[in-house]
């Protein structure tokens, strides 16, 4: 399995990025998790979408701003209204399963590099 993560960049503040995430050998059925990391602070489950009936799972603080979506072996993560406690590197994480996904990385065994996403002005 093979995860690849990319998209990230410096925005402003109310900005917009989107994420990508290519995710190869993992089968046809798994899910996909989206993670970030800010310095100091524990890696957060942002979002997650499973492969099997395309259900997703966002964190509350991103509720309405973040979208999670997928295309194939393509997974986005389209962000909106970006505001500096968004910062920090994201990762993307795939586990292949029939289950649903879930937000916590222990559900995951694979990683991709992560990708840094500054939000400043």
């Known amino acids: 399995v093979q995860l690849q993560a990319s998209g990230g960049g410096l925005v402003q503040p109310g900005g917009s990025l989107r994420l990508s995430c290519i995710a190869s050998g993992v089968g046809d059925y798994y899910r996909v998790g989206w993670f970030r990391q800010a310095p100091g602070k524990e890696r957060e489950g942002v979002s997650c979408?499973?492969?099997?009936?395309?259900t997703t799972h966002t964190t509350d603080s991103v509720q309405g701003r973040f979208t999670i979506s997928r295309a194939g072996n393509l997974v986005y993560l389209q962000m909106d209204s970006l505001k500096p406690e968004d910062m920090g590197v994201y990762y993307c994480?795939?586990?292949?399963?029939?289950?649903?996904?879930?937000?916590?990385?222990?559900?995951?065994?694979?990683w991709g590099q992560g990708t840094q996403v500054t939000v400043s002005s």
């Open positions: 979408i499973s492969s099997v009936d395309g």
């Open positions: 994480a795939a586990d292949p399963t029939f289950g649903p996904c879930v937000l916590t990385w222990l559900g995951y065994d694979y």
